[in-house]
């Protein structure tokens, strides 16, 4: 649902109680107690359900995992002009949904995954206003990256099952869905954001505009 | 305080807290930024959840009809 009749709904509820605040006479009347019960129950808990859903889906969005300046560099990193560089060709050709591209890599697909990654914001908002904030080269994941966060979408592509690199070595495709060798191990898919080389890379010209 | 008074006063302080809460929800809809979705859930859903307990509560202790024996 789009943010604006949130709003709009949300300002609508506050005017109503507002007038339950300055005129509490009118609940002595019948169709005054069904206004109170609607003021001062559903519509603030309607209010409420609405509006956490709609902060829930703009926290997923691309945008707001990079509107922490501290974030910048991994934004830029989305769109350096090389397609070795993991994350940005996932971006570049929409691999990832452009808009959700942060949580889609970096959520766990597993239950209470959109939890646990609303929770790791939490400690994220944490260190950004109460911590020392690292460098952005310096920052690392709360844990190993899972495969299985990749598997999500290539478990049974063709290119993931067939590729000459998995296959080369009986063994290499069991293990990575197995998550013994990660997709980003040394050798692999490990050229991930690299944030401390941007200076150094040509960007996509889509950074220009 | 007369029950009617007190009441009066427990659905003002109520729609007090619900009409605070609802007003940080319209500026922290309207801020997309991530520390507005902790204010939404912490300070808004605060005063909401505060606000409607007492709706609630009031509901529940006042305005009850008189005793009567049961022969």
Redesign the interface.
Known sequence: MPTIPIVVLVLFSAVLAGVLVLRPAITARPEGKILAFSVLFFLPLFCLLVGMDNEMERSKSTAFCLSCHIMESYGKSLHVDDPTYLAAAHYQNHRVPADEACYTCHTNYAMFGTFKAKLGGLRHLYVYYLGTQPRPEDIKLHEPFNNRECLHCHLGARSFEEGATHNADPATLPAIKANTLSCVSSGCHDVVHNVGHLDKVKLWKEAAQ | MTS?GK??RR??I???L??L???V??I???W???????V??SL??ML?GI??LL??YSLVTLDQPPNEHIS
């Open positions: 009617t009441m009066g659905l003002e109520s729609g007090t619900i009409l809460g609802l007003l929800e319209a922290c809809l309207l997309s930024r991530p520390i507005a979705f902790v939404f859930v808004g859903g909401i606000g409607v709706f609630l």
